[in-house]
Structures are given as structure tokens and as C-alpha cells.
């Protein structure tokens, strides 16, 4: 037998186990992985990478990024070719976007936009959660249609009043029409009411500077929305994914809700676990690159976060990619709509090129285990979103997404070097203890050594089942 590609003596890293082995390739999939490159009998390839030293990981799911976003008068700096350039080169084989529906608009319409986003553009495997803004009881019947079409999963916002924000009817109803159709609904758990009003009154305290934007969103209102959005899901009897939960108040929600056997699920990001609100503080406008939603936290919380990601109260980290540059580029402005008005900066900031070796980092520094990285970038996105096994894990059959890290190289994380758009890096000057050596999406050479061999437009959509678990 004459696999297309063996990598010969990598150090396996699955979610469960560690191990030396070789992993054959065969049209797009893993065909094989044990001992079988070395001595009589050995396997033949038409491609072999030898990979002794190196560490080989399924390639990272990152399931929440926006590209070609636009939002509070501004469009995000990367588009689905530049977004999926950093992730590509950041390790992340998979990416799920954000398509987000119109008031007005069916989810149909809002589909076919971001399929035409995407389409011929991205280089890493893709697939979509729906942003959910309009839903009488005339467009529930529209969930399902979605869930048909592979995208399966709908994110509703408890904050950006007038924006996005639904109200607790709402949120109950598109919840339990999940329990029919088997969807899931990841929520932002915000209390927009609340911060809204905060909003006003700084405002009109004459306070306009980037640290206000963390200020007038605290700590509870993120534990507040969490503890609601589980107890209506846990009245609709589905489970809820929280996305990009910040704050450790909001984690012991989740943690609470998940020691009393309620399906609730949520997902951190690595700005929250390395960043904190004296980024806030820096001098002139440079807070404005950390304006997200939620805002960072004071420090100390981060510690909150890696104990939760190691225990299991936390399940996921994704980015929440959402890239803005400081200074307009051409007719699409960035985060200078807000020098004179926080609450006018672009909410959102980049991370889709840098969460895998920031993590890989927290490995080698004794954070997590390396088994633990694998679950929470690769195999519990893969499972939670029905990418799993064709995703997620590097057992025969499933798609040959192979990371391979060099854990001896560092790497120093800047904007000059970076593939995505955006013209800051929140981690600029970091130096990580490790590097990316080596990018196969579905068999296909698409990073080594820090260049692009790929193929442009490789990225395929993912259709994605209904959940299998409640
Ligand atoms: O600030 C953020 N998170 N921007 C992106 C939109 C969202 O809420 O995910
Ligand atoms: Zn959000
Ligand atoms: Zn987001």
C-alpha cells in the first residue's frame, strides 16, 4: 500500500493520550497511525515528513470568528481570505463564522450572503452559526430550515440594544424550537439594559476615553444574563452554549448550573486569560484595540479562568475574531469612529492567528495539559459543534487536519509578521515557547516553516448535523 503522505515519529497529542507514532495519509484522511515507516515491511508514501521532535495535534477548531463583519459603522479589517490566512498560519484548520441576519431579512437571505463571503475565498474549513436579530412567531418555522442546510447552531445577544438584543420572550421561544429541531443557541450574555444606562450616565459625566467602554460593563451584569440565559434554558429543557464568557462570576454560573446536571456549556477566550483591564490604561487611545465585548477583567480573574479550563468549567476556547484596525484604511474606518465616544469604538479585536501557540504557551508554562489543549481548541469544538470525528481528532477515518508544532522554537507574535489584515496585534511582542512547524488541511501541505504551499480557496463548507446530545 502507497499512502500520499506519512509524518514519521511525531509525538502524538490526542485529547485522551500521548504517544510516539507515525500517521499515514490517504486521500484527505488519516488512513493509519502507529509504527510502520521504519524497518522491513515499512509503508511506502509518495510524501514524507519527518517529524521526530515535533508534536502532532489535530488541527484547531476555532468556533467563533467574524470575517467580513460589519458592525457599529465599521467592517472588520480581515475578510474570509485574510481571517483564514492567520488561522491557517496559526494552526486553526476550522473556522465558525458569524452570519448575521437583517432586521427585516429572512435567515435564508442571511445564509446566501455569507456563503458568497466565504465561497472561493477561504482556505480553512468553514461553517456557520446564525446570528439571530428578528424572530416573530412567523420566522421560528426558519430555525429549522437552517438546521437542514448544516447550520445547527444560532447565537442571540442579551446586550447591543436596538442592535441585536432580544428580549426574554424571544430568547425562551428560539430556545425551545431548538428542542424540536435539534439546534443549539450560544448566547452573549450581557444585560444590555443595564449597561446601557451605565453608558448614558458616563457619557454625560464627560467620561469618553477607552477604560469607560470596560467600566460600564461589569462583573455582574455578565454573571446576571448567564444565570438567565441557563435558567431559560433550562425552562425550554435544551442546552445553551455561553460564548466568549469573560468574567469568573459568570463562570461560577455555568460551573453552578453544571453541577446540578443542566446541559450548559461555554467557552472562554485567550484575551481573557491573558489580558486585563489595565490594558485599558494605556496611554492615549491605545485602549481602544482591547474595546470588546464583554470587556477584559481585572487582573486576578484570568487565574479564575485557567482553574475553570483545567476543571472543566469552562469547555472551549475560541477567539471571538473580530478585527478592527485603529486607523481607517482607505473609505472602511476602525476603531478611530470612537476617539471622541467609547461607545462609538468598533467592538471587537483580532486572535484567530494567535489562540493555538498562546495556549500551547500555557502547556509548556504548566497551565493545562497538552491533552487538555487538544480538548479545549480541537475535540470539545469538534464534539459540541458536530464536527466530530470528522473533526477533532487524528483517528483513522477522520479528516487529515494535522498540526505539527515545533516545541523547541519560540515564536514572537507582532503585526509586522502576521497574515491577518488588522494593523495592531493585542499580544504584539510576546514571545511563546513553541511554533508552528507544519499545516495539513484534509491531506493538503498548506503551511511549512512559516510559508504558505497551499492551495488559495481550499476551504470547503462544513454542514453540520443537528446536536446528538441534551
Ligand atoms: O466585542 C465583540 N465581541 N465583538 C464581536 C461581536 C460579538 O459580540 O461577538
Ligand atoms: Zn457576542
Ligand atoms: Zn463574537
Redesign the pocket.
Known amino acids: 500500500m502507497t499512502y500520499d503522505l506519512i509524518i514519521k515519529g511525531a509525538t502524538v497529542v490526542t485529547a485522551s493520550d500521548t504517544f510516539d507514532a507515525d500517521i499515514a495519509v490517504s486521500k484527505g484522511k488519516i488512513a493509519a497511525v502507529g509504527k510502520f515507516s521504519e524497518g522491513n515491511g515499512a509503508a511506502k508514501a509518495s510524501k514524507t515528513i519527518e517529524a521526530k521532535g515535533l508534536v502532532a495535534i489535530p488541527g484547531g477548531i476555532d468556533v ?1 470568528t ?1 470575517f467580513d ?1 460589519p ?1 457599529m459603522g465599521a467592517t472588520t479589517a480581515d475578510d474570509f481570505a485574510t481571517g483564514s490566512a492567520g488561522a491557517v498560519f496559526g494552526g486553526t484548520t476550522s473556522v465558525v463564522d ?1 452570519a448575521i441576519q437583517k432586521k427585516g431579512e429572512s435567515l435564508r437571505q442571511a445564509l446566501d450572503t455569507w456563503h458568497g463571503k466565504a465561497q472561493g475565498k477561504s482556505l480553512v474549513d468553514y461553517a456557520f452559526h446564525m446570528i439571530v436579530v428578528d424572530l416573530p412567531d412567523n420566522r421560528v418555522k426558519e430555525m429549522d430550515a437552517m438546521v437542514d442546510e448544516g447550520v445547527s447552531s444560532f ?1 442571540l ?1 442579551m ?2 440594544p436596538g442592535i ?1 438584543m432580544s428580549d426574554d420572550a424571544t430568547i425562551f421561544r428560539a430556545l425551545s424550537r431548538t428542542k424540536e429541531n435539534g439546534g443549539m443557541i450560544c448566547m ?1 450574555a450581557e444585560n444590555g439594559g443595564v449597561i446601557d444606562l451605565l453608558v448614558k450616565k458616563a457619557l454625560a459625566e464627560g467620561k469618553i476615553e477607552p477604560k469607560y467602554h470596560a467600566l460600564t460593563r461589569p462583573m455582574s451584569a455578565e454573571a446576571e444574563a448567564t444565570r438567565r440565559a441557563i435558567a431559560l434554558a433550562e425552562m425550554a429543557g435544551v442546552p445553551i452554549y455561553i ?2 464568557l469573560s468574567a469568573g462570576d459568570a463562570m461560577e454560573e455555568v460551573r453552578r448550573a453544571r453541577e446540578r446536571g443542566v446541559s450548559a456549556f461555554a467557552e472562554t477566550c485567550p484575551q481573557y486569560l491573558y489580558l486585563s483591564y489595565e490594558d485599558y490604561e494605556r496611554p492615549g487611545f491605545e485602549g481602544a484595540k482591547f ?4 470587556p477584559l477583567r481585572p487582573r486576578g480573574n484570568e487565574e479564575r479562568l485557567w482553574r475553570g479550563l483545567a476543571r472543566d468549567w469552562l469547555q472551549v476556547v475560541s477567539t ?1 475574531h ?1 478585527s478592527f484596525c485603529m486607523k481607517a484604511t482607505g473609505a472602511k474606518p476602525g476603531k478611530e469612529l470612537g476617539k471622541a465616544d467609547f461607545s462609538k469604538i ?4 483580532p486572535g484567530v492567528e494567535t489562540r493555538m501557540l498562546l495556549l500551547w504557551d500555557a502547556v509548556q508554562k504548566g497551565r493545562l495539559s497538552a491533552n487538555r489543549f487538544v480538548e479545549v481548541a480541537s475535540t470539545a469544538p469538534a464534539r459540541l459543534f458536530g464536527l466530530y470525528p470528522r473533526k477533532g481528532t487524528l483517528s483513522p477515518g477522520a479528516d487529515a487536519d494535522i498540526v505539527l508544532i515545533d516545541p523547541k522554537k519560540k515564536h514572537t507574535i507582532s503585526a509586522k509578521t502576521h497574515h491577518t489584515a488588522v494593523d495592531y496585534n493585542p499580544y504584539e511582542g510576546k514571545t511563546v515557547a513553541g511554533s508552528i512547524a507544519h499545516v495539513f488541511i484534509r491531506g493538503t501541505h498548506m503551511v511549512q516553516g512559516g510559508k504558505f504551499i497551499g492551495r488559495k480557496g481550499h476551504g470547503q463548507f462544513l454542514k453540520r448535523p443537528p446536536r446528538n446530545f441534551s
Open positions: 467563533h467574524h463583519m458592525f458569524f447565537k445577544f446586550a447591543y441585536f452573549h460564548v466568549h474595546v470588546m465585548s464583554p471571538d473580530c468598533p467592538n471587537g479585536a
